[in-house]
């Protein structure tokens, strides 16, 4: 049969086949959802009313559970959700189990209690002109959900515009040897209140934890003479801290023998006032004596000083009143127990008695000496 020929359900009287021998089902073709509906209502009675509107009050109840149970939403310990209701804020949730109407309302979820981390490599301008490369870490958390997620559209790179404007103001305001040595805690520590103001000012919903200076180095085409200063002033600490160290022991030991100066002097004062003043107590106890007997009292006194200064020599020479030659007398021979020459002590006494006169160092006493003088006399 030709392809256009009308097939034997297609004819008058014909089985209304189609040209694959297939015969339809009904006046209309079928698809599968119907047929799945013509299930349905067999199930629920077939083609009565009552069962109709059960079946679609069942299809109600279906849809709408399905629609309350994607409504639950759980928030973590650590996170706050804010709520959207037809995309205007309502408000912000706290841990635990919620439920919001799907389709009207909108959750955003967000982290308060993680620390989030920011790097940042910048090349600034110092106080005295000149270039410095800096590396830093700002660590920062989420404290109002609700300004994080509605007032600024992002947060993060709002965060990164402010930090290199605070650290702008920073390094701007402090010369290049601060900012390479040790001034980089102290420019973190006025960065980060600064920091803090900007964001507040510009309502992100950060706090700002804590502000890391990672590195400040200098230019590269420069770096070398910069690291022969540092190395310099390095050598400037070693020589400050030895110079200290030498200073704290030789100056307590300076100071020691200072004091002990000072004693000696203060003691020795002390001897010679309290010399002076027995001296002058001895004088005033012979003034009476000396008023008694003046004559006594001044050949005691002539005697007692010739002994104190003869007694230190160990020469003395005797000049008589005659035409006699000067008499030598080898004192510290004497003592020894022998005159000039080996001449025997007793021998020489014998030839010259007037070389009898032994002084006060050699063990003769005060009357021995008043003798000798009264021979004199005698001659």
């Known amino acids: 049969m030709a392809w256009n020929q009308p097939g034997p359900g297609q004819q008058p009287g014909g089985d209304s086949q189609d040209p694959w021998g297939r015969k339809p089902s009904g006046g209309r073709p079928q698809g599968g959802g119907e047929d799945l509906l013509q299930k349905l209502k067999g199930l629920f009675g077939g083609s009565d009313p009552q069962g109709e509107q059960q079946l679609t009050r069942y299809l109600l109840v279906g849809a709408v559970g399905l629609w309350a149970l994607f409504g639950f939403y759980r928030v973590e310990q650590a996170e706050r959700a804010v709520l959207f209701r037809f995309g205007d804020y309502q408000s912000v949730q706290t841990a635990g189990l919620h439920w919001h109407p799907p389709l009207v309302d909108n959750v ?76 980089r805690a102290r420019l973190a520590q006025d960065m980060q209140p600064r920091l803090q103001a900007y964001l507040d000012r510009y309502q992100t919903g950060l706090s700002i934890r804590n502000v890391n200076i990672l590195e400040a180095l200098p230019p590269k085409e420069v770096k070398a003479a910069f690291d022969d200063v540092i190395r310099a002033k390095e050598d400037k600490e070693r020589l400050k801290n030895q110079a200290e160290t030498y200073a704290n022991g030789i100056v307590p030991e300076a100071r020691g023998q200072a004091a002990r100066l000072i004693a000696d002097a203060t003691a020795y004062k002390q001897e010679v006032v309290d010399r002076a003043t027995g001296d002058a107590s001895r004088f005033r106890g012979l003034l009476g004596e000396y008023r008694q007997n003046p004559q006594v009292m001044r050949s005691r006194l002539y005697l007692e000083t010739m002994e104190s200064v003869l007694g230190k020599t160990s020469k003395i020479v005797v000049e008589p009143n005659g035409a006699a030659p000067l008499l030598y007398i080898p004192m510290d021979k004497l003592a020894a127990g022998t005159a000039a020459g080996g001449t025997p002590a007793a021998e020489l006494l014998s030839q010259n008695p007037a070389a009898a006169v032994p002084p006060a160092q050699t063990g003769g006493s005060r009357d021995s000496v008043r003798g000798g003088r009264n021979t004199e006399e005698a001659r």
């Open 108 to 183: 955003r979820k967000v982290n308060v209690e993680r620390t989030e981390q920011m790097p940042l490599n910048a090349t600034m301008i110092t106080e005295d002109e000149n270039i410095v490369d800096i590396s830093l870490s700002v660590q920062y958390r989420i404290a109002d959900p609700r300004l994080y997620v509605l007032a600024v559209a992002n947060p993060e790179s709002t965060l990164a515009h402010a930090t290199e404007s605070a650290l702008r103001h920073v390094v701007g305001s402090a010369k290049m040897t601060q900012v390479l040595g040790e001034g």
